[in-house]
């Protein structure tokens, strides 16, 4: 099976590494020449544009930063308001099965789905939960929006890559899970990190305060696996000064999602909107660029390094 995988930044360099492991034949296209040079050293065929990699592909992957890159990918890049060149769907040769890994709006997926329906293409939007280390792992979750049908034939290709593999429902649910997975998730990181500070203020190890909060009610997801305050679990981002990681800056983005989705709906979403603020505070600091655990520092402040 011939895969085409475009956008190969954190996340998408593992994830394209781990279909070669998998076996499959794997293409590649990205605009940085340094991405592309890392997996054709892994095994893969390095493509000078995302039409060259996609011609015959059976399945196309791509993994984006935000909804204006899908749209221009695939709708082309008048989509932006732009004039320029086509997109990959009034251009493919072939009919292969579209899979976005990206995170985008609801309503973005919807009208990129109903384009390839209209030029008869099988569209999945399946946003990924899990992280860089998840990527890496090949155990990320992949939360598919579709007909079933076309995810059955996606699950071998998402099997590669991921652990955790659901079928959220018809074309836009699965933006719609994650983005509320990713609004709970800026809320717990918050919340963790507003936790452990007021602790160390007070005198608690941080360590011990965090082993106590895991084994008690007030355990996370973020204490468990993503611990916020350096030093407390290895290799976590918190370990490395919040390099790499998933950016404070795509936390606000996915935030941001969010609330343009409850402002669409009429949903009160009070505490995702107090996580967007403080994450906005905290990049509007110099910290956009850091991992999204880098909020610990938002509550550290005034306190000894």
């Known amino acids: 099976m011939k895969i085409a995988f475009i956008g190969l930044g954190n996340m998408g360099a593992p994830m394209a590494t781990n279909l070669i492991k998998a076996g499959f034949e794997v293409h590649v296209f990205d605009l940085v020449e340094e991405a ?27 993994m984006l930063p935000a909804g204006r890159h899908v749209r221009g990918l695939y709708l082309g890049t008048d989509s932006l308001g732009t004039d320029s060149e086509p997109g990959l769907f009034s251009r493919l040769s072939s009919g292969p099965l579209i899979i976005d890994a990206s995170t985008i709006s609801p309503d973005d997926a919807r009208v990129v789905g109903a384009a390839a329906t209209e030029h008869g293409l099988r569209y999945l939007d399946a946003p990924v939960s899990g992280g860089i280390g998840g990527a890496q792992a090949g155990t990320l979750t992949f939360i598919v929006g579709g007909v079933a049908e076309d995810f ?154």
């Not at 084994?215 to 370990?239: D, F, I, K, R, T």
């Not at 994450?279 to 655990?293: E, P, R, V």
């Open 36 to 62: 592309l040079k890392a997996l054709e050293a892994e095994g893969a065929t390095v493509g000078r544009s995302a039409l060259e990699i996609t011609d015959g592909a059976d399945v196309v992957v791509s």
């Open 152 to 305: 059955e034939s996606a699950r071998p290709v998402l099997e590669a890559m991921g652990k955790n593999i659901f079928h959220a429902g018809s074309v836009g649910s699965g933006q719609v899970a994650k983005i509320c997975n990713n609004m709970l998730l800026g809320i717990l990181m918050s919340g963790t990190a507003e936790a452990l500070a007021l602790g160390v203020r007070n005198g608690m190890d941080p360590a011990v305060l965090s082993e106590i909060m895991k084994q008690s009610s007030g355990g996370n997801w973020a204490l468990n696996v993503y611990n916020p305050w350096p030093g407390v679990m290895e290799g976590s981002a918190a370990s490395r000064d919040y390099r790499g990681g998933f950016l404070t800056d795509l936390m606000i983005k996915d935030l941001g999602l969010a609330w343009q989705l409850a402002l669409e709906s009429g949903a009160p979403v009070p505490m995702g909107s107090e996580a967007r603020n403080l994450f906005m505070q905290h990049s509007a600091q110099g910290n956009g660029k850091l991992d999204f655990s880098s909020i610990q520092w938002f509550y550290r402040a005034g306190m000894e390094s």
